[in-house]
């Protein structure tokens, strides 16, 4: 098995290898599973796609586009600070830390993804027990403790990034699903 930046050495590098036509797809297909995932849900704690994730759009938040639940949350994060929320507006997000983009303050208490029924988690890669592979930074390590334990809490990632196995550690958070533009929600390993 690689060890964890290995894998995201080579994951990383086939994401930016991927055709554009191939990220679209991806991305509208990506698009309509969450749509469906959101369809009851009043709070969804999501994030905006950036780079070569999946879902990243350089023109538009389509991941979010078409949601009708009543709020979404996006994650601030912060160097050596708990990750915050806010409320996405449409429109209205602004240039934050590590490339990403975030809505503008008032920012919500790291305690307020407890209020997301559904949590939209970005990943390098999940294993089918639940072990994901994010950037490094621990931000949703951190973070998922603090979520409803009934929500599901979903990686995204493509098809290909759904592994039989991670390497783990144990300030690994599990999430209960994958989400893949292919297989659309998968369930994970039980939750702890």
Do not use: N
Request: glycine share 6%; aromatic share 4%.
């Amino acid at each position: 098995m690689l060890t964890k930046p290995a894998l995201r050495r080579r994951i990383l590098a086939a994401r930016r290898a991927l055709p554009a036509a191939v990220r679209e797809h991806e991305t509208r297909s990506l698009q309509t599973h969450i749509a469906r995932l959101a369809a009851d849900v009043q709070t969804i704690a999501a994030y905006i796609p950036v780079g070569s994730e999946p879902g990243a759009d350089p023109y538009s938040v389509p991941l979010l586009d078409d949601l009708v639940c009543s709020r979404i949350l996006l994650p601030i994060a912060r160097a050596g600070q708990s990750m915050q929320w806010a409320v996405y507006r449409r429109g209205a997000l602004v240039s934050a830390p590590f490339g990403l983009q975030e809505p503008a303050p008032p920012w919500l208490a790291p305690e307020t993804i407890a209020q997301a029924e559904l949590v939209l988690i970005p990943a390098l890669a999940v294993a089918r027990d639940g072990t994901r592979l994010g950037r490094g930074a621990g931000f949703y390590d951190r973070a998922l403790h603090l979520a409803d334990p009934s929500a599901p809490l979903v990686a995204v990632v493509r098809d290909d990034e759904l592994l039989d196995a991670i390497p783990a550690e144990p300030h690994d958070v599990p999430v209960t699903h994958a989400l893949t533009p292919g297989a659309g929600l998968t369930p994970l390993g039980e939750r702890e």
